[in-house]
């Protein structure tokens, strides 16, 4: 298995929802990656977690709380999200964050908060 | 064709010909690149990497080159194909993380 899986691939949600953006991966990456995508624009980098520890919060607001419950998944939990956090959220994975390799990126979930 | 990567994010070729696209980079102490090929509806694709005590590399009809005295790198795409149409950013690792650039899109015209 060599991919990223990401669910769900569409999400709509309401300003007072909560919900969860999911990732999967089983190539044994111990590093795993949200970057938020808006349209036209490059990925911008959110949370890295390396070995199932949460190693870099790129100033992101609390709103988006990440959770890695195993080596395998990561989990993006979205609370009172505001219409412009509408974007692509994207998981990527790599062997470690300290290699010289590139990131698996997922499809992404497009996410239109209304 | 040839992009100027930050200043003209998108590129239109003919199919056939060879397509050029720029990206200056930021941080000097950057040791590692990647050029990433992100189709619509996508996340983004691997393509090809450098290494910094590199200058050229190339792999199927991709060539990167680096340029560290200009912070310049560019990815050529040989004989580009309507398949090629897409976003291309490149990436600098930077502190153990990828940063990406501005990107370019890329329109093939057949």
């Known amino acids: 298995d060599t991919e990223v899986t990401q669910t769900p691939k569409h999400l709509v949600m309401g300003m007072t929802n909560k919900k969860s953006l999911k990732c999967e991966q089983h190539m044994g990456h111990r590093a795993m990656y949200w970057y938020k995508q808006k349209a036209k624009k490059p990925p911008e980098l959110m949370f890295v977690y390396s070995y199932e520890k949460l190693s870099i919060n790129e100033s992101v607001p609390s709103r988006f709380s990440p959770e890695c419950p195993n080596s395998s998944l990561l989990n993006l939990h979205l609370h009172a999200l505001q219409p412009e956090d509408s974007a692509l959220y994207l998981c990527?994975?790599?062997?470690?964050?300290?290699?010289?390799?590139?990131?698996?990126f997922g499809s992404g979930t497009r996410l239109t908060v209304v | 064709g040839e992009s100027v990567g930050l200043h003209l994010p998108t590129l239109s070729v003919q199919e056939g010909d060879n397509s050029i696209i720029n990206c200056a980079y930021s941080n000097s102490a950057s040791d590692y690149f990647i050029w990433y090929k992100q189709e619509s509806g996508k996340g983004p694709q691997f393509i090809i990497d450098?290494?910094?005590?590199?200058d050229k590399r190339q792999g199927q009809r991709v060539t990167v080159l680096l340029n560290k005295t200009v912070k310049h790198l560019s990815l050529q795409i040989a004989a580009t194909q309507p398949g090629d149409s897409a976003v291309y950013f490149c990436?600098?690792?930077?502190?153990?993380?990828?940063?990406f650039g501005t990107g370019t899109s890329l329109t093939v015209i057949p």
């Open positions: 990527a994975s790599s062997l470690s964050t300290g290699d010289n390799y590139g990131y698996t």
């Open positions: 990436a600098e690792k930077t502190s153990n993380q990828f940063y």
């Open positions: 450098i290494r910094s005590n590199m």
